[in-house]
């Protein structure tokens, strides 16, 4: 069985940074379309980063600048755990993560981690 997991989320100051990661797990195939998605509380999902056909994906403009998103190297272990970056934080990035991986013709879903960013 094929899941992804999210882990990293937590509470930071506003200017502070934090690093998630987000790991597919239950394939020895490399995962080679992703996103990377947040949900505030009363708004709808916004896709932030990803990628897909093995490269990057634009970044949306509300993080661009500020988050970046790189991946373990395709010839290890690590070749389907993303590594998103956040940077200068602010209360707006209060949020649920998400990582959604494509495989199989499905998207599967993580169950989120909660970043919470205090003023």
């Known amino acids: 069985q094929v899941t992804v997991v999210e882990s990293g989320g937590g509470l930071v100051q506003t200017g502070g940074s934090l690093r998630l990661s987000c790991t597919v797990s239950?394939?020895?195939?490399?995962?080679?379309?992703m996103g990377w998605y947040r949900q505030a509380p009363g708004k709808q999902r916004e896709f932030l980063a990803g990628?897909?056909?093995?490269?990057?994906?634009?970044?949306?403009?509300s993080v661009q600048g500020r988050f970046t998103i790189s991946r373990g190297d395709l010839r290890g272990n690590a070749k389907n755990t993303f590594l998103p970056q956040m940077n200068a934080l602010q209360p707006d990035d209060t949020a649920v993560y998400y990582c959604?991986?494509?495989?199989?013709?499905?998207?599967?879903w993580g169950q989120g981690t909660q970043v919470t960013v205090g003023a």
């Open positions: 959604e991986a494509r495989f199989s013709g499905r998207d599967l």
């Open positions: 239950g394939t020895s195939l490399v995962i080679d379309a």
């Open positions: 990628f897909i056909g093995g490269r990057p994906r634009d970044y949306a403009d």
